[in-house]
Nanobody
Framework: QVQLVESGGGLVQAGGSLRLSCAAS????????VAWFRQAPGKEREVVAI????????YYADSVKGRFTISRDNGKNAVYLQMNSLKPEDTAGYYC?????????????????WGQGTWVTVSS
């Protein structure tokens, strides 16, 4: 069993930065692929970034490429999402999710464990 807790959300002006953290508990976390998803009001949940269990493989949605960076520290059981050059359209609830998979999926249906989310608001 893996439990996830997100933190780091808040209000920021357009062009600013935030760093989200996902703290995990559970012995198997280091073998999990981890993704950040986001969901804005009235919209479907969408993948933002994924990192494989080793940290050597990453994926980014086109909308965040070049602005967001996902990383992990398995020694601390944590995954991070550094968000730079934020835009108002980045406003959403951000969720950390984990799955036991060698080839991570972009579908939220494939993830076994979820955090409660942290809200990010980007003002124009």
């Amino acid at each position: 069993q893996v439990q996830l807790v997100e933190s780091g959300g808040g209000l920021v002006q357009a062009g600013g930065s935030l760093r989200l953290s996902c703290a995990a508990s559970g012995r198997t976390f280091s073998s999990c692929a981890v993704a950040w998803f986001r969901q804005a009001p009235g919209k479907e949940r969408e993948v933002v970034a994924i990192i494989d269990w080793s940290g050597g493989g990453t994926y980014y949605a086109d909308s965040v490429k070049g602005r967001f960076t996902i990383s992990r520290d398995n020694g601390k059981n944590a995954v991070y999402l550094q968000m730079n050059s934020l835009k108002p359209e980045d406003t959403a609830g951000y969720y950390c999710a984990a799955q036991h998979a060698l080839v991570p999926s972009t579908s939220p249906l494939s993830y076994d464990y979820w955090g409660q989310g942290t809200w990010v608001t980007v003002s124009s």
